[in-house]
């Protein structure tokens, strides 16, 4: 099945602490973007890459990192978590490395940053 | 004056109902153009694209005013199920650009 996938789904971390999450998807897509969503705010995207080892950044990419390494695979690094970043996260990937295409969203990682 | 723009909502309506929804965008320069709708605490999901002709799918219509920087979508004869939030998607102006999303209008459908 066409997916791509995000974990956790849920995470409840502490301040300082750094967290990785993963973002996948077997779809040979180039384009993968991170987003987070709030309440009155919308999506708003963090760091998008065009290809393997391309990233660039989105509105609010402050307080994160990207890495594209594998065509597959674009994890979300937050070293050092800060209440304000407790959000719900969104990765897509969309075919071909551009941003004209339709994309396909993962389920979406709640992260509680105390 | 936010990149993308779109009243919040709720709109309220009842089954079977016709409702349309604007979203403003504030770069001339822009390429492409969606509407995606997201259900309560799920992901987001391609609804349709919004070509310059215009374009329909079902009871959905969408349209494109680049002279006044808007994008619009039409239901007609709403259903409950299309109760959801729908999200107006904008890029910037090249293939290699970033990707504004609008906060959304929220739906409401009543029997």
């Known amino acids: 099945e066409a997916q791509v996938t995000q974990n956790p789904r849920y995470l409840i971390t502490v301040t300082g602490k750094k967290l990785t999450v993963t973002c996948s998807q077997n779809?040979?897509?180039?384009?993968m973007s991170w987003y987070r969503q709030d309440p009155g705010l919308g999506l708003r995207q963090i760091y998008y890459?065009?290809?393997?080892?391309?990233?660039d950044k989105g509105d609010v990419p402050e307080g994160y990192k990207v890495s594209r390494k594998e065509k597959r695979n674009f994890p979300l690094i937050l070293e050092s978590p800060s209440p304000n970043q407790t959000s719900l996260y969104f990765c897509?990937?969309?075919?071909?490395?551009?941003?004209?295409?339709?994309?396909?969203f993962g389920p979406g990682t709640r992260l509680t940053v105390l | 004056r936010k990149e993308v723009e779109q009243d919040p909502g709720p709109f309220n309506v009842p089954e079977g109902a016709t409702v349309a929804f604007n979203c403003t965008y504030s770069?001339?320069?822009?390429?492409?153009f969606f509407w995606y709708r997201q259900d309560c605490r799920k992901e987001p999901k391609l609804l349709m694209s919004?070509?310059?002709s215009g374009n329909e799918d079902g009871r959905f219509t969408a349209q494109l005013n680049r002279a006044s920087q808007y994008i619009s979508l039409l239901i007609r004869d709403s259903k409950l199920s299309d109760s959801a939030t729908y999200l107006c998607?904008?890029?910037?102006?090249?293939?290699?650009?970033?990707?504004?999303f609008g906060s959304g209008t929220r739906l409401s459908i009543r029997p």
């Open positions: 897509a990937s969309s075919l071909g490395g551009s941003s004209y295409n339709e994309q396909f």
């Open positions: 779809m040979n897509h180039e384009y």
């Open positions: 890459s065009m290809n393997v080892e391309v990233t």
């Open positions: 770069n001339s320069a822009s390429q492409s």
């Open positions: 919004v070509y310059s």
């Open positions: 998607v904008v890029n910037g102006a090249s293939s290699a650009s970033k990707i504004i």
